[in-house]
């Protein structure tokens, strides 16, 4: 029976993963259907706090009371999740899909080499060795295209790695000592408030317009994509109480390999060989980095 559980636990958190996956996707589609990425981002908040604020309101508001630290480490969540999404969507516009996602998720290994100059510990040779085999990897999966492909996007990709890097650092400090509730709607607040702050100064700056009029294609693909996201948090909350943290970082890495799916099938997105040789290096990296941690 143990067994058995565990099995549909592990389903979960695979289901969970496969959701955060076709986040990227769904948000494609929507920029496709003439809704940019920054509005995408800034509309999901908005859902997301309007839908959670009553629940928040009646049953944990007792939970929002912070220390200085505590406060200080949300705002630093909240703006890196805030410049996480809107670089990591943002580089879709620029570069495929398939390239963006595999520079992004280099960001579990950073997070392996960053963490014991942080929390203190041994920065093994393993984990050496695990980090020089992704960014070879990565090195083969852009090279080929380095020449045509958009620096923009590159960078917004790797923007968004960084970031990814610290919210997780400040999320591993925070969430031992702040509810799980009070901390997610803290953050998702700071983070709408900062998108904000940004789409209002690229709009003033004369580089954005006003969101156009929601047609049904805009509906139906940002409908995929706040139903994706809280699919995949309520999954990803639930296993995380039973679940050890080891178990659901070494599933997690399946994230990747659906993006990379439905960018090659929905998108028609073509890999040479030696990027998809360089694709499963990083991946396997990933593996091996989710090994290292447990």
């Given amino acids: 029976m143990l067994q058995t559980n565990k099995f549909g636990l592990i389903m979960l958190s695979l289901l969970a993963s496969s959701c955060f996956a076709i986040i990227a996707p769904f948000s494609v589609a929507t920029a496709d259907a003439g809704l940019i990425p920054a509005y995408t981002v800034l509309f999901r908040y908005m859902v997301l706090i309007i839908c959670a604020t009553p629940f928040i309101y009646i049953y944990t508001r007792k939970y929002f009371k912070f220390t200085r630290s505590q406060f200080w480490l949300i705002i630093l969540q909240g703006i890196a999740g805030g410049i996480l999404n809107l670089s990591y969507l943002g580089a879709l516009s620029y570069i495929p899909l398939s390239l963006a996602v595999i520079i992004f998720f280099t960001f579990p290994l950073i997070t392996l080499i960053v963490s014991p100059f942080i929390f203190g510990g041994r920065l093994t040779l393993y984990k050496i060795v695990v980090f020089i085999c992704a960014f070879l990897g990565l090195l083969l ?9 958009n620096p923009i996007g590159i960078l917004l990709a790797l923007i968004g790695a960084l970031t990814a890097v610290t919210q997780l650092l400040c999320m591993s400090k925070l969430i031992k000592e702040v509810k799980p509730m009070a901390l997610l709607y803290s953050v998702h607040i700071i983070a709408m408030i900062f998108t904000v702050l940004i789409i209002s100064g690229f709009y003033f700056a004369g580089e954005i317009d006003l969101p156009p009029p929601i047609t049904f294609d805009i509906g139906i693909n940002f409908m995929g994509v706040v139903l994706s996201y809280i699919l995949a948090f309520g999954l990803f909350s639930y296993v995380t109480r039973y679940l050890d943290p080891s178990t659901i970082s070494l ?6 390999i659906v993006t990379i799916a439905v960018a090659i099938l929905l998108f028609s997105e073509i890999l040479q060989i030696n990027q998809a040789f360089g694709i499963s290096i990083v991946l396997v990296s990933l593996i091996a980095g989710s090994l290292a941690k447990s």
């Fill in 141 to 149: 999966v852009v090279g080929p295209e380095l020449s045509t492909l």
């Fill in 251 to 256: 599933f997690s890495n399946i994230e990747p």
